[in-house]
Protein backbone atom coordinates (compact mmCIF):
# COMPACT_ATOMS: atom_id res chain seq x y z
CA UNK A 1 0.00 0.00 0.00
CA UNK A 2 1.33 3.39 -1.06
CA UNK A 3 2.52 6.00 2.37
CA UNK A 4 -0.26 8.49 2.88
CA UNK A 5 0.78 12.00 2.71
CA UNK A 6 -1.02 13.11 5.70
CA UNK A 7 -0.92 16.95 5.14
CA UNK A 8 -2.48 16.58 2.26
CA UNK A 9 -5.59 14.65 3.42
CA UNK A 10 -5.78 17.42 5.92
CA UNK A 11 -5.51 20.13 3.75
CA UNK A 12 -9.38 21.86 2.91
CA UNK A 13 -11.17 20.02 -0.16
CA UNK A 14 -11.37 22.15 -2.84
CA UNK A 15 -14.77 23.61 -4.41
CA UNK A 16 -14.97 21.85 -7.77
CA UNK A 17 -17.03 23.61 -10.51
CA UNK A 18 -20.79 22.46 -9.91
CA UNK A 19 -21.97 20.86 -12.92
CA UNK A 20 -24.76 22.46 -15.08
CA UNK A 21 -27.75 20.58 -13.10
CA UNK A 22 -26.43 21.18 -9.62
CA UNK A 23 -25.26 24.50 -10.41
CA UNK A 24 -29.11 25.14 -11.73
CA UNK A 25 -30.64 23.52 -8.83
CA UNK A 26 -28.56 26.16 -6.09
CA UNK A 27 -30.07 29.12 -8.25
CA UNK A 28 -33.39 27.78 -7.77
CA UNK A 29 -32.96 27.65 -4.46
CA UNK A 30 -31.37 30.85 -4.28
CA UNK A 31 -34.66 32.89 -6.39
CA UNK A 32 -36.92 30.79 -4.39
CA UNK A 33 -38.31 33.11 -1.23
CA UNK A 34 -39.21 29.80 1.05
CA UNK A 35 -37.50 26.48 1.20
CA UNK A 36 -38.79 24.22 -1.16
CA UNK A 37 -39.24 20.38 -1.32
CA UNK A 38 -37.55 17.59 -3.47
CA UNK A 39 -40.66 17.49 -5.17
CA UNK A 40 -40.75 21.39 -6.15
CA UNK A 41 -37.11 20.63 -7.36
CA UNK A 42 -38.17 18.26 -9.43
CA UNK A 43 -41.12 19.39 -11.26
CA UNK A 44 -39.11 22.86 -11.58
CA UNK A 45 -35.96 21.34 -13.21
CA UNK A 46 -37.59 18.63 -15.04
CA UNK A 47 -35.09 16.11 -12.76
CA UNK A 48 -36.37 12.97 -11.34
CA UNK A 49 -37.35 12.99 -7.65
CA UNK A 50 -33.87 10.74 -7.06
CA UNK A 51 -31.51 12.93 -9.01
CA UNK A 52 -33.14 15.94 -7.71
CA UNK A 53 -32.56 14.91 -3.91
CA UNK A 54 -29.28 13.40 -4.75
CA UNK A 55 -27.96 17.65 -6.12
CA UNK A 56 -29.80 18.72 -2.87
CA UNK A 57 -27.95 16.38 -0.94
CA UNK A 58 -24.91 17.33 -2.28
CA UNK A 59 -25.53 21.26 -2.07
CA UNK A 60 -26.02 20.54 1.19
CA UNK A 61 -22.81 18.29 2.31
CA UNK A 62 -20.97 21.10 0.01
CA UNK A 63 -22.49 24.02 2.73
CA UNK A 64 -24.46 25.88 0.05
CA UNK A 65 -27.77 24.88 1.06
CA UNK A 66 -29.42 23.68 4.52
CA UNK A 67 -32.26 21.24 4.70
CA UNK A 68 -35.10 20.64 7.41
CA UNK A 69 -38.55 19.12 8.15
CA UNK A 70 -41.08 21.26 7.12
CA UNK A 71 -44.75 20.72 8.62
CA UNK A 72 -47.64 19.37 6.50
CA UNK A 73 -51.05 20.78 6.82
CA UNK A 74 -52.90 17.44 5.60
CA UNK A 75 -52.03 14.30 7.59
CA UNK A 76 -48.80 12.76 6.20
CA UNK A 77 -45.03 12.34 7.32
CA UNK A 78 -43.47 15.67 7.15
CA UNK A 79 -41.23 16.31 4.21
CA UNK A 80 -38.05 17.41 3.68
CA UNK A 81 -36.93 21.22 2.61
CA UNK A 82 -34.04 23.02 1.18
CA UNK A 83 -32.81 26.55 0.90
CA UNK A 84 -29.67 27.96 -0.06
CA UNK A 85 -26.95 29.18 2.86
CA UNK A 86 -26.71 32.74 3.25
CA UNK A 87 -23.64 34.11 2.33
CA UNK A 88 -20.92 33.39 5.33
CA UNK A 89 -18.52 30.55 3.53
CA UNK A 90 -18.99 27.14 4.43
CA UNK A 91 -16.86 25.33 6.97
CA UNK A 92 -13.55 23.74 6.22
CA UNK A 93 -14.74 20.17 4.91
CA UNK A 94 -12.42 16.94 5.30
CA UNK A 95 -14.08 14.54 2.39
CA UNK A 96 -10.55 12.88 1.46
CA UNK A 97 -9.92 12.19 5.02
CA UNK A 98 -13.27 10.65 5.72
CA UNK A 99 -12.99 9.05 1.78
CA UNK A 100 -10.04 7.57 3.23
CA UNK A 101 -11.07 6.29 6.52
CA UNK A 102 -13.95 4.71 5.09
CA UNK A 103 -12.49 3.28 1.59
CA UNK A 104 -9.97 1.91 4.67
CA UNK A 105 -11.90 -0.05 6.24
CA UNK A 106 -13.70 -1.61 3.77
CA UNK A 107 -10.69 -2.56 2.20
CA UNK A 108 -9.46 -4.12 5.56
CA UNK A 109 -12.63 -5.57 7.37
CA UNK A 110 -14.60 -6.90 4.72
CA UNK A 111 -14.10 -10.66 3.34
CA UNK A 112 -14.85 -9.47 -0.29
CA UNK A 113 -14.06 -5.64 -0.55
CA UNK A 114 -14.38 -5.23 -4.42
CA UNK A 115 -17.50 -7.13 -4.15
CA UNK A 116 -19.30 -4.66 -1.37
CA UNK A 117 -17.26 -2.26 -3.01
CA UNK A 118 -19.43 -2.97 -6.39
CA UNK A 119 -23.01 -3.64 -4.99
CA UNK A 120 -22.81 0.24 -3.49
CA UNK A 121 -22.09 1.40 -6.61
CA UNK A 122 -24.81 -0.58 -8.08
CA UNK A 123 -27.23 0.93 -5.66
CA UNK A 124 -26.63 4.15 -5.74
CA UNK A 125 -26.07 3.99 -9.70
CA UNK A 126 -29.95 2.60 -10.19
CA UNK A 127 -30.50 5.51 -7.01
CA UNK A 128 -29.06 8.71 -9.38
CA UNK A 129 -30.50 7.18 -12.53
CA UNK A 130 -34.15 7.84 -13.70
CA UNK A 131 -36.32 4.60 -14.94
CA UNK A 132 -37.54 4.33 -18.43
CA UNK A 133 -41.63 4.76 -18.16
CA UNK A 134 -43.08 1.02 -18.34
CA UNK A 135 -42.17 -1.33 -22.05
CA UNK A 136 -40.03 1.41 -22.73
CA UNK A 137 -36.03 1.06 -22.93
CA UNK A 138 -33.31 2.45 -24.57
CA UNK A 139 -30.75 1.39 -27.69
CA UNK A 140 -27.55 0.38 -26.73
CA UNK A 141 -26.26 4.02 -28.40
CA UNK A 142 -28.68 5.80 -25.92
CA UNK A 143 -28.29 3.85 -23.27
CA UNK A 144 -24.45 4.55 -23.51
CA UNK A 145 -25.06 8.25 -23.57
CA UNK A 146 -27.16 8.58 -20.87
CA UNK A 147 -24.63 6.74 -18.75
CA UNK A 148 -21.87 9.31 -19.91
CA UNK A 149 -24.45 12.30 -19.23
CA UNK A 150 -24.47 10.74 -15.46
CA UNK A 151 -20.49 10.17 -15.58
CA UNK A 152 -20.42 14.14 -17.08
CA UNK A 153 -21.87 15.09 -13.91
CA UNK A 154 -20.41 13.53 -11.28
CA UNK A 155 -17.11 14.78 -12.33
CA UNK A 156 -15.50 11.95 -14.97
CA UNK A 157 -15.18 13.85 -17.90
CA UNK A 158 -16.25 11.33 -20.05
CA UNK A 159 -15.62 9.93 -24.08
CA UNK A 160 -17.48 7.52 -25.49
CA UNK A 161 -15.11 5.23 -27.84
CA UNK A 162 -16.28 3.14 -30.54
CA UNK A 163 -15.86 -0.60 -30.26
CA UNK A 164 -15.15 -3.17 -32.58
CA UNK A 165 -16.11 -3.30 -36.11
CA UNK A 166 -19.40 -5.41 -35.58
CA UNK A 167 -20.56 -3.05 -32.86
CA UNK A 168 -20.37 -5.99 -30.55
CA UNK A 169 -18.19 -3.58 -27.58
CA UNK A 170 -17.45 -0.63 -26.69
CA UNK A 171 -15.91 2.06 -24.28
CA UNK A 172 -16.23 4.88 -22.03
CA UNK A 173 -12.72 6.82 -21.65
CA UNK A 174 -13.13 8.53 -18.17
CA UNK A 175 -10.35 11.34 -18.32
CA UNK A 176 -10.71 12.11 -14.99
CA UNK A 177 -11.31 10.98 -11.62
CA UNK A 178 -13.11 12.94 -8.79
CA UNK A 179 -11.78 10.76 -6.33
CA UNK A 180 -8.04 9.64 -7.97
CA UNK A 181 -5.75 10.42 -4.95
CA UNK A 182 -8.05 7.66 -2.71
CA UNK A 183 -8.47 5.56 -5.94
CA UNK A 184 -4.77 5.31 -6.21
CA UNK A 185 -4.20 3.91 -2.77
CA UNK A 186 -7.65 1.63 -2.61
CA UNK A 187 -8.51 0.82 -6.39
CA UNK A 188 -9.82 -2.06 -4.89
CA UNK A 189 -12.70 -0.69 -3.69
CA UNK A 190 -12.97 2.62 -5.38
CA UNK A 191 -12.56 1.79 -8.84
CA UNK A 192 -14.81 -1.61 -8.19
CA UNK A 193 -17.31 1.34 -6.47
CA UNK A 194 -17.48 3.14 -10.01
CA UNK A 195 -18.16 -0.25 -11.96
CA UNK A 196 -20.93 -0.98 -9.75
CA UNK A 197 -22.50 2.23 -10.49
CA UNK A 198 -21.94 1.93 -14.10
CA UNK A 199 -24.03 -1.57 -13.56
CA UNK A 200 -26.14 -0.12 -11.66
CA UNK A 201 -27.39 2.84 -14.23
CA UNK A 202 -27.25 0.52 -16.99
CA UNK A 203 -29.67 -1.59 -14.97
CA UNK A 204 -32.03 0.56 -14.32
CA UNK A 205 -32.29 2.04 -17.49
CA UNK A 206 -33.30 -1.33 -18.42
CA UNK A 207 -30.48 -0.71 -21.06
CA UNK A 208 -28.89 -3.54 -23.05
CA UNK A 209 -25.58 -3.35 -22.36
CA UNK A 210 -23.69 -3.37 -19.04
CA UNK A 211 -20.43 -2.21 -17.74
CA UNK A 212 -18.11 -5.25 -18.58
CA UNK A 213 -15.17 -3.85 -16.67
CA UNK A 214 -12.77 -1.18 -15.79
CA UNK A 215 -9.18 -0.66 -16.39
CA UNK A 216 -7.71 2.09 -13.95
CA UNK A 217 -5.35 4.12 -15.15
CA UNK A 218 -4.94 2.86 -18.36
CA UNK A 219 -3.15 5.92 -19.47
CA UNK A 220 -2.15 8.92 -17.79
CA UNK A 221 -5.36 10.03 -15.88
CA UNK A 222 -7.32 8.26 -18.15
CA UNK A 223 -9.29 5.04 -17.16
CA UNK A 224 -11.12 2.49 -19.45
CA UNK A 225 -14.79 1.40 -18.95
CA UNK A 226 -15.20 -1.73 -21.40
CA UNK A 227 -19.09 -2.07 -22.41
CA UNK A 228 -20.88 -4.83 -23.45
CA UNK A 229 -24.32 -6.55 -24.28
CA UNK A 230 -26.54 -8.66 -26.70
CA UNK A 231 -26.98 -5.94 -28.82
CA UNK A 232 -23.94 -3.61 -29.72
CA UNK A 233 -23.32 -0.09 -31.37
CA UNK A 234 -23.80 -0.62 -35.37
CA UNK A 235 -21.49 1.60 -37.36
CA UNK A 236 -24.31 3.56 -38.50
CA UNK A 237 -25.30 4.88 -35.03
CA UNK A 238 -22.29 6.21 -32.53
CA UNK A 239 -22.55 7.65 -29.08
CA UNK A 240 -22.67 11.52 -29.57
CA UNK A 241 -23.77 10.88 -33.39
CA UNK A 242 -26.38 12.74 -35.20
CA UNK A 243 -30.02 10.79 -34.49
Excluded at 115 to 138: D, K, L, M, N, V
Excluded at 211 to 226: I, K, N, T
Amino acid sequence: MAMVDVKALLAPDASPPLGQRRAGVLDLLRAASSPVSVREVADRTGLHPNTARFHLDALVDGGLATRATRSRSAPGRPCMAYQATGGGAPGRRQYRLLAEMLASLIAGVLPEPGEAAAEAGREWGRYITERPAPFQRPDACGAVEGLAAILQELGFAPEAVAGRADGAGYQLRLRQCPFREVAEVHPEVVCQLHLGLMQGALDQMRAPVTADRLQPFAEASVCVAHLAGSRGLTAERRPGSAR
